[in-house]
Every structure is written in structure tokens, then in C-alpha cells.
T-cell receptor, first 115, second 112 residues
Framework: DGGITQSPKYLFRKEGQNVTLSCEQNLNHDAMYWYRQDPGQGLRLIYYSQIVNDFQKGDIAEGYSVSREKKESFPLTVTSAQKNPTAFYLC??????????????FGSGTRLTVV | AQSVAQPEDQVNVAEGNPLTVKCTYSVSGNPYLFWYVQYPNRGLQFLLKYITGDNLVKGSYGFEAEFNKSQTSFHLKKPSALVSDSALYFCAVRDNNNDMRFGAGTRLTVKP
């Protein structure tokens, strides 16, 4: 079955530590996205990528970094510069305009907690 | 820039009663409209979409939504609510630039 996989499901970060969240898809989607979800605030876009080796900042990119070395993979690193990283992180993927856009497919999320 | 609003943070209904979760949008050009559902500690799941065609869209789990261009609305409906429908519901809109925006979400609680 095609889908999008996020790992780990739960992650704990110490102060000053960088952590990387994994996102892999086998849907052959060109576009991938990272969102942050906080209670009562909906989804906020962190970064997105529409092609390998290229990505764009979203609304809240500060303190985060990404890479897109392969079409299937879009890892997110939460750096020590992100002062309030505790949140639920969602990865999504989609086709591009002109490819029959059908909405986003989401992973099951990673809950990051600072300890 | 496009935007979407879900005016209700919380909707409570009794099991067996009809439910409505409201969504209004603002977009330049033709809207692509979506509803997603999220269960606790899970990702968002696609429910239904409107891209073109019939204004009444039917989706998963008995849900439907009506596109109303004059009122710029895309309300989610179900004729008879189930306790298992209790979840967080998100409306989303995408414009021609492939920029998708999500509403803040509405928490639906269906009581037995």
C-alpha cells in the first residue's frame, strides 16, 4: 500500500539539542510539506518542497531546517534555535498543479516534547 | 492570499441528530476545497473535496458538504451523527498557486 510514514511517533529533546524527524513517502508525490500543530492553533506551515534539492520556507521556518536529497524523503531538523519546540509535527505530500491535484496525504505525526 | 475560517471551535450534538461544521473561505480564482478529520495523536485523513461540478459533494463515512459560491461557504454535514464521529475537523482551501491553507479546526463531540 502506498503511504507516508513518519518516525518516531514520540520524541523527547533536551534543551540545546538538535533532533531530526523522519518523513518518507512511496506515493511518487513531487511535493512534500511539514506542519506544526499546537492546541487551538490549527496547522502552521514550516517548510515545503516541490522538487528534489529545493525547498521553501513556510510561515514559521525559524529554528527549523530541512533537506530533500531524494524524492521520497523530507526530514525535518528541529534545532536548538527553536525556543518552543514542543508540538505535534505533521508531514504531508501531494502531486503538483497539472498532475491532477487531489489534496494532501498526511503521515501519522510525531509528538516532540522538550524535557 | 487565500484564507479559510471555521467560526466554531466546538460543536456538540446528540447521537442520531444531524450535524453541521461550518467553513467559509476567501480565495482569488476558483477554489479547491477540502475537509479532513483528525483523531487523537493521528494525522489528518481526507474526507471529501470540491474542485468543480456538483455543489453537493459526498465523502467518506456518510459525510457530505455543500459548496455555496455566493456565500463563500463549504459546510460539512451528516444526517445522523455517531459517537465515533467525535474528532477534530479541518477545512482547507487551495488556490491556483497550489498554496493550501487550513482552518483552525472544529472539535466535534457527539454525545450518546
Amino acid at each position: 500500500d502506498g503511504g507516508i510514514t513518519q518516525s518516531p511517533k514520540y520524541l523527547f529533546r533536551k534543551e540545546g539539542q538538535n533532533v531530526t524527524l523522519s518523513c518518507e513517502q512511496n506515493l511518487n508525490h513531487d511535493a512534500m510539506y511539514w506542519y506544526r500543530q499546537d492546541p487551538g492553533q490549527g496547522l502552521r506551515l514550516i517548510y515545503y518542497s516541490q522538487i528534489v534539492n529545493d525547498f521553501q520556507k513556510g510561515d514559521i521556518a525559524e529554528g527549523y531546517s530541512v533537506s530533500r536529497e531524494k524524492k521520497e524523503s523530507f526530514p525535518l531538523t528541529v534545532t536548538s534555535a527553536q525556543k518552543n519546540p514542543t508540538a505535534f509535527y505533521l508531514c504531508a505530500s501531494s502531486t503538483l498543479p497539472g498532475q491532477g491535484f487531489d489534496g494532501y496525504t498526511f503521515g501519522s505525526g510525531t509528538r516532540l516534547t522538550v524535557v | 492570499a487565500q484564507s479559510v475560517a471555521q467560526p466554531e471551535d466546538q460543536v456538540n450534538v446528540a447521537e442520531g441528530n444531524p450535524l453541521t461544521v461550518k467553513c467559509t473561505y476567501s480565495v482569488s480564482g476558483n477554489p479547491y476545497l477540502f475537509w479532513y478529520v483528525q483523531y487523537p495523536n493521528r494525522g489528518l485523513q481526507f474526507l471529501l473535496k470540491y474542485i468543480t461540478g456538483d455543489n453537493l459533494v459526498k465523502g467518506s463515512y456518510g459525510f457530505e458538504a455543500e459548496f455555496n459560491k455566493s456565500q463563500t461557504s463549504f459546510h460539512l454535514k451528516k444526517p445522523s451523527a455517531l459517537v465515533s464521529d467525535s474528532a477534530l475537523y479541518f477545512c482547507a482551501v487551495r488556490d491556483n498557486n497550489n498554496d493550501m491553507r487550513f482552518g483552525a479546526g472544529t472539535r466535534l463531540t457527539v454525545k450518546p
